[in-house]
């Protein structure tokens, strides 16, 4: 079973920028997609992004488009999501996941989670 654990999160102010990791420990990434999620205070978990394993493609929910970077390094058996020109109402909880599944823009397609790491964008 794949063990995902992110680090990089933080507080930043508004316009800042945060580069974020998943490590995957337990099963190799390659060969799965991979993506992001993220959960605000009082709100559902939502897909931010998502890449294919050979990362040709990826998805971005429309809110991040332009300011998210999704990427991978699959020798390295990592998944990183570099944000930009952070805005508050992007503070959440942000988690990677993946799954045995083909990649999906689905929500809910990717089911092997990690627990997350906090970001706090300030006014």
């Known amino acids: 079973q794949v063990q995902l654990v992110e680090s990089g999160g933080g507080l930043v102010q508004a316009g800042g920028s945060l580069r974020l990791s998943c490590e995957a420990s337990g099963r190799t990434l390659s060969g799965y997609p991979m993506a992001w999620y993220r959960q605000a205070p009082g709100k559902e978990r939502a897909l931010v992004a998502a890449?294919?394993?050979?990362?040709?493609?990826?998805y971005y929910t429309q809110s991040v488009q332009g300011r998210f970077t999704i990427s991978r390094d699959n020798a390295k058996n990592n998944v990183y999501l570099q944000m930009n020109n952070l805005r508050p109402e992007d503070t959440a909880v942000y988690s990677c996941a993946t799954t045995a599944r083909a990649f999906s823009e689905a929500s809910g397609a990717y089911d092997y989670w990690g627990r997350g790491t906090q970001v706090t964008v300030a006014s």
């Open positions: 890449i294919t394993w050979s990362g040709d493609r990826a």
